[in-house]
């Protein structure tokens, strides 16, 4: 069965484009945004009425209600952060009261002011789209008082954001989100590599993004175990011995193949144990460093005579008891083995419990490795 080709942007109609993606947030978290903003304003204008005076016709600016969007709705955005906010508005207020001043046409100063405000949170690393409309505030108000930035532009938002930090913590949204990762060589460099050739502003903190591809592939991983099963995987390219299989022919295959276990079978090809590299440490007492080559020589070297006071055969070193698993169970069964168990090897047994392949944790390392599901 082939397998679908995902479309290109290009290939998508031009019309899609303009159409609003569907939320990934539950009508709980629509709730805790709204209130938050309702709870933010609300004590912003109060402070702001108490602080101006019954005299006082500014004691709130129209910005801050795209302010509020982004501190309560989106707190975890880069552009919502408390310097972002308070920088970003005040900054923005400054540049469009220095165009106003300068004189010329409105258009002129209002194009200046916002190009202005920009320029100067770019360079000040407070990006936030607000203080594109403070900076033109400032100009279609024909505010020229500096003053006016430090109350109602800057108090307003100094209050937004103690009021963002508090209600958000206390609604478990981490607030202000921490915008500096750890310092992790390797992923960090590819991450900033790509970030570098997209060159574009993300509404998303790095830490964030990375947390999002670290949880995305898991749940591939996740998914794709799940749909795995043991014949999907197991090798199937089988090295076995019998029994009555010698040592020396036995360890002779282990070097060769480059393998850590041999399942043993019988003349039905049904599995009566495994014999592995630890089986023959633990026979020849190689966990004792001295005389290692020695007396694993003396172990494998047949002693030719029917009866001997060693092992002469696989069988009488083998492990007995075998975990072993159906073709058609599935993959994800068996990973708590190869991760709590001490288990290397599962041999995977098909009809009339005959011996079809065996799985390694190589095996599952590979499959999770793999970029291209099966």
Not at 58 to 77: K, M, R
Not at 86 to 102: E, F, H, I, P, W
Not at 355 to 361: A, F, N, P, R
């Amino acid at each position: 069965m082939s397998t679908p080709i995902p479309r290109s942007p290009a290939a998508v109609p031009w019309w899609k484009a303009y159409w609003p993606a569907p939320q990934k947030v539950d009508g709980r978290e629509r709730l805790r945004g709204a209130l938050g903003a309702c709870l933010g304003i609300v004590i912003t204008g109060l402070i702001g009425h108490f602080v101006g005076g019954p005299g006082m016709a500014a004691w709130i600016v129209a910005p801050l209600g795209a302010s509020a969007v982004l501190v309560f709705a989106v707190p975890a955005s880069p552009l919502a952060q408390p310097w972002a906010v308070v920088g970003g508005n005040t900054l923005s207020a400054l540049v469009g009261v220095a165009c106003m001043n300068l004189g010329g046409t409105t258009e002129w100063a209002a194009a200046l002011a916002v190009a202005g405000a920009i320029g100067t949170m770019f360079a000040l690393r407070c990006l936030h789209p607000p203080g594109g409309a403070a900076a033109l505030l400032m100009v279609m108000a024909g505010v020229t008082d500096p003053r006016f930035v430090l109350f109602p532009v800057m108090l307003n938002s100094v209050v937004l954001v103690a009021v963002g930090v508090f209600y958000n913590n206390a609604t478990r949204r981490r607030y202000p989100h921490a915008q500096v990762v750890p310092e992790t060589p390797g992923v960090r460099d590819d991450l900033d590599a790509v970030l570098a050739r997209y060159n574009q502003v993300l509404d998303i903190s790095r830490d964030d993004l990375q947390a999002l591809l670290e949880q995305t592939r898991g749940e591939g991983y996740q998914r794709r175990l799940a749909e795995l099963h043991c014949r999907d995987v197991m090798s199937r390219d089988l090295v076995t011995v019998e029994f009555g299989t010698p040592l020396q022919e036995a360890w002779a295959l282990l070097r060769e193949r480059r393998i850590k276990a041999l399942p043993v079978v019988d003349r039905l090809f049904r599995i009566v144990g495994i014999v592995t590299l630890a089986d023959f440490m633990r026979t020849a007492e190689l966990d004792l460093h001295e005389g290692f080559g020695q007396k694993l020589k003396q172990l494998i070297r047949s002693t030719g005579r029917s009866h001997s006071d060693k092992p002469e055969v696989v069988g009488q070193i083998m492990t007995r008891t075998v975990r072993v698993a159906s073709e058609h169970r599935k993959l994800v069964d068996l990973v708590p083995l190869f991760g709590s168990t001490g288990h290397h090897h599962i041999p995977i047994l098909g009809e009339r419990e005959r011996l079809v392949g065996i799985i390694t944790q190589s095996d599952v390392v590979a499959v999770l490795a793999d970029p291209h599901p099966r």
